[in-house]
């Protein structure tokens, strides 16, 4: 019994040959060989199974072979990053990534034309560097190399970190918010950014599993939101501006929150004030 | 399928437009739109023969270009007029930004056709016309871009002979399109469309081009090809990655997307 041959990508094949220089991922040995058999000629095959890898099989092989598709857009996208300062986050900056890989223009076709993957790529990067950060950050804490930061500081710290990869990007990025805001972009978008909240909360140590779980992720969500916006429209040198409205912003949610917390207690001693003038009036 | 495209050349787009009222037209610009080429972009068009995809391509980046060079000009703000004068004569008033068109015919009369509309309508740089098969093209590997073809694959006696073709010629990364007539498959619909095409195009063609049998053909051909799934099964065959299909119409036509990775 024979397995159609598997046809590597011929141009992941073909970027190996070319440039060294780029980072690529290796493919097996195996889909090495199959590289230069002609696409035309392969064995008839029993069942009509096209050449689309299946996972029966040759199994972990084929999932490979599967996954250099994905491989391959994720390395466009990363590549047309450098030249969205000059094109914006549409199809030519992905097309002018493409021919840096060595590929024809004409792969931009791949994604749509208004460059919501790129954008959403580049946010989902983003995200994944911030969470290394934090990573890297409580690890030091544990190893007793760093100091815990103050809860205030903490978030502050890890939002200014977020927004300043931005900071390359800066001009176009109102375009990008507003297509994240596409009805069609929403739930990606919506998705990474409450994972980002996510994983901010959880570096910074919350371990509620009551409603505070929920107001604390709206109100840093909204924290993040709105530096955002005033960074899009600070002109000040480093974005001092942007730094001090954060600054604020947190203060005020820990002001916020230490009010509740006063509030309630103030409530309970109310109660049990009344409790003991009502015991002692019906003695 | 060489004399019936040699007695059909010279009727050729007027039998289009009536046979189709007109949506042909709509049909191509929408798929020049998917395809959204960027300046640059070298292009070959098989069985393109009178010119209708080369056209809108060659409009559709030459408008992309003027916004491209809009915005780069826009850049450099305070410039004074001798220095925007210089700037477009460095690009050579590149109004098509290197982009070409390579239209592809088996018919030499369907060729003929298209070049004089060219001049009739004022394209003359980044054309090129070339007698070929799409079954055994002219060219060398890896040299295009984009490879289409547009209502021309069911004419191909080998179908996936000419998708091999194709893919030799793209470049790496290049993409296939491919815009045809396919299966409605609604019933009401589909018999509605079984009616005009059987009764009134083959009608029209005796009275517009003075030829039944060979609309009788074409109408024929549409129903012996092989529908949207099929065909997306053989374009992944001959080895196109991220194939996929879109219906226009509901069906009457399909356009088919792939790419050389």
Redesign the interface.
């Known amino acids: 019994q024979h397995y159609p041959p598997l046809?590597a990508?011929?141009?992941?094949a073909?970027l190996r040959r070319a440039s060294d220089e780029h980072k690529k991922e290796p493919l097996t040995s195996s889909s090495q060989q199959h590289f230069d058999s002609p696409?035309?000629g392969?064995q008839p095959e029993q069942k009509?199974q096209?050449?689309?890898p299946s996972y029966t099989g040759q199994g972990g092989q084929e999932s490979e072979d599967y996954e250099s598709?994905e491989q391959?857009q994720h390395r466009i996208l990363t590549a047309a990053l450098e030249f969205v300062p000059e094109h914006g986050w549409t199809?030519?900056a992905i097309?002018e990534g493409?021919k840096t890989?060595?590929?024809?223009?004409?792969?931009?076709?791949?994604f749509h034309?208004d460059g919501s993957e790129l954008i959403l790529h580049f946010v989902s990067e983003c995200n994944s560097r911030l969470s290394e950060l934090l990573e890297k950050e409580q690890k030091l804490v544990q190893l007793g190399e760093a100091e815990k930061k103050p809860i205030d500081e903490f978030l502050r710290d890890a939002v200014e970190a977020r927004l300043r990869m931005l900071i390359p990007y800066i001009e176009k990025w109102p375009q990008a918010l507003s297509v994240l805001l596409l009805p069609r972009n929403i739930p990606s978008s919506l998705n990474l950014l409450t994972s980002m909240i996510d994983d901010i909360w959880h570096y910074a140590g919350d371990q509620s599993t009551d409603f505070n779980w929920y107001t604390r992720r709206a109100v840093l969500t909204g924290i993040y939101n709105t530096t955002e916006l005033v960074m899009m429209q600070d002109s000040s040198p480093g974005f001092e501006d942007t730094w001090r409205f954060l600054e604020n912003r947190v203060a005020d949610a820990m002001t916020m929150s230490n009010t509740a917390s006063q509030v309630q207690s103030t409530g309970e001693a109310v109660v049990q004030g009344l409790m003991g003038a009502a015991v002692t009036v019906s003695n | 399928v060489y004399q019936v495209f040699e007695n059909v050349a010279k009727k050729y787009d007027v039998m289009n437009d009536s046979m189709t009222l007109g949506i042909h037209r709509v049909w191509k610009d929408i798929f020049v739109h998917?395809?959204?080429?960027?300046p640059?972009?070298v292009l070959l068009d098989v069985a393109g023969g009178t010119g209708d995809i080369a056209f809108r391509f060659i409009n559709y980046v030459r408008s992309v270009r003027k916004r491209?060079l809009q915005r780069k000009l826009k850049h450099h703000q305070n410039l004074s007029w001798q220095e925007i004068f210089e700037s477009y004569q460095k690009d050579g008033f590149n109004s098509l930004g290197d982009s070409q068109v390579v239209v592809c015919d088996i018919n030499r009369e369907m060729l003929k056709v298209g070049k004089q509309k060219a001049q009739h309508l004022g394209y003359s740089e980044g054309l090129s016309w070339v007698l070929g098969n799409a079954e055994e093209l002219p060219f060398d590997d890896d040299k295009f871009?984009?490879y289409t073809i547009a209502f021309g694959i069911r004419n191909v006696t080998r179908i996936d002979l000419a998708l091999?073709e194709a893919?030799r010629v793209?470049?790496?990364?290049?993409?296939f399109l491919c815009l045809e007539f396919s299966h409605v498959s609604n019933p009401l619909l589909s018999r509605l469309y079984d009616l005009y095409s059987f009764q009134v195009i083959p009608v029209l063609g005796e009275v517009i081009a003075g030829d039944w049998r060979s609309y009788q053909y074409l109408v024929e051909s549409i129903r012996q090809f092989p529908p949207q799934e099929e065909l997306k099964?053989m374009i992944?065959?001959?080895?196109f990655?991220?194939v996929d299909y879109e219906n226009l119409n509901f069906g009457i036509v399909a356009i088919h997307?792939g790419?050389?990775?």
């Open positions: 046809r990508l011929q141009a992941s073909a696409p035309a392969h009509p096209g050449p689309r598709e391959l199809a030519e097309a493409a890989l060595g590929l024809s223009v004409a792969a931009a076709g791949m034309s | 998917k395809m959204n080429p960027c640059g972009t491209q871009d984009v091999q893919y793209l470049k790496p990364g290049g993409r099964a992944e065959d001959a080895g990655f991220k997307s790419f050389k990775l």
